[in-house]
């Protein structure tokens, strides 16, 4: 499975960004998907889950009500739309898989990782 991210950028804090990460080689709609972030210096954290379907979803505390994870399993596509930016949530953002059926927060946990996308927010 090949992760695919893309969309980040240089905004203004008070601003939006939406991530794409689109999958090939697997069955996309089998997997969990998961945005992290990693900051310099700093552990890749998690950020955001959905399930396979993308009724379920999970945030961080720190994200929770500003950024919204979905996915378009008929475009093998995960998104993260983030508003109200701000300079902390700058970072490199990852999308991952993971081919459980069960949600976690645990990077271990994840199967397939993308190659990153950059975000920075400006003060």
Do not use: H
Request: contains cysteine.
């Amino acid at each position: 499975v090949q992760l695919q991210a893309s969309g980040g950028g240089l905004v203004q804090a008070g601003g939006s960004l939406r991530l794409s990460c689109v999958a090939s080689g697997g069955i996309f709609r089998r997997y969990q998907m998961a945005w992290f972030r990693q900051a310099p210096g700093k552990e890749r954290e998690f950020t955001a889950d959905t399930n396979w379907s993308g009724v379920t979803t999970w945030y961080a505390d720190s994200v929770k009500g500003r950024f919204t994870i979905s996915r378009d399993n008929a475009e093998n596509t995960v998104y993260l739309q983030m508003n109200s930016l701000k300079p902390d949530d700058s970072a490199v953002y990852y999308c991952a898989a993971d081919t459980s059926v069960s949600f976690s927060k645990d990077r271990a946990s994840y199967d397939y990782w993308g190659q990153g996308t950059q975000v920075t927010v400006s003060s």
